[in-house]
């Protein structure tokens, strides 16, 4: 199938299959007489992986690590579970930051809700984040 097919049917543009391409997630496809990508529908299934895995938060460069895994032969199941691992551990960071961050802006908009507009003066833009 043309590259635009494929797009179509993984659910992504045709641009982003030739920076996968580029970037080496997928390798370079036949390319048929006239010079068009042609690709075979086992591709559908690694961009249907990329997906997944970019939608768990993994970055490009996590996913070209695995996708080398599986293509020198070995199952990535350790690295991806270490690669998971690390990504929760990472989520439960920045939800404790969140959770803060709420505090704060709860905090200030209890305080923003006694403060008097007419008391702020100009030069600090607004006194409720001071």
Not at 7 to 31: C, F, T
Not at 77 to 101: F, G, K, M, N, S
Request: net charge neutral.
């Amino acid at each position: 199938m043309r590259i635009g097919e494929l797009a179509e049917r993984a659910g992504i543009s045709a641009k982003a299959i030739r920076y996968y391409e580029q970037v080496g997630i997928l390798a370079p496809p036949a390319r048929t007489t006239s010079g068009y990508r042609a690709y075979d529908e086992a591709v559908l299934g690694r961009l249907g992986f990329v997906r997944a895995a970019q939608a768990l938060g993994l970055t490009l460069g996590e996913i070209r690590q695995i996708i080398a895994f599986r293509d020198d032969g070995a199952a990535p199941c350790a690295h991806v579970t270490a690669l998971l691992q690390r990504r929760a551990d990472e989520l439960e960071r920045r939800i404790a930051e969140l959770r803060q961050l709420q505090g704060e802006i709860n905090w200030l908009a209890e305080r923003a809700a006694m403060l008097d507009p007419e008391q702020c003066p100009p030069e600090r833009v607004c006194h409720v984040i001071a």
